[in-house]
């Protein structure tokens, strides 16, 4: 059974950073890009940024370059994504995504997709 779970959403003041993790299970790892996707109220999800497992490929969405981290641990089966200076239009949910196309950034890309995690981030 394949599964994502993403932690570390919640609530941050504008300025500031956040750190969350989506850990996968059910999948070899090595074998699978992972992505990350956000979704604010009425709106449509969209791309964040991805990377494949050794990180020789990686991508992020261009007016968020600069901001974004994108890290992967092997050995945890864990990808993590960094922000910083957020913004309250950087509120939305975010989530975690795996899929085994190469250079995968389109949602209908990606096979398998965690619950999400919220944040929100107060002006």
């Known amino acids: 059974q394949v599964q994502l779970v993403e932690s570390g959403g919640g609530l941050v003041q504008t300025g500031g950073s956040l750190s969350l993790a989506c850990v996968i299970s059910?999948?070899?790892?090595?074998?699978?890009?992972t992505g990350w996707f956000r979704q604010a109220p009425g709106k449509e999800r969209e791309f964040v940024g991805a990377k494949n497992w050794n990180g020789n490929w990686e991508s992020v969405r261009d007016h968020m370059k600069g901001r974004v981290t994108i890290s992967r641990d092997n050995a945890k089966n864990t990808v993590y994504l960094q922000m910083t200076s957020l913004a309250p239009e950087d509120t939305a949910v975010y989530y975690c995504a795996a899929s085994t196309l190469w250079g995968a950034t389109g949602s209908s890309q990606y096979d398998f997709w965690g619950h999400g995690t919220q944040v929100t981030v107060s002006s």
């Open positions: 059910g999948l070899t790892f090595r074998d699978i890009y």
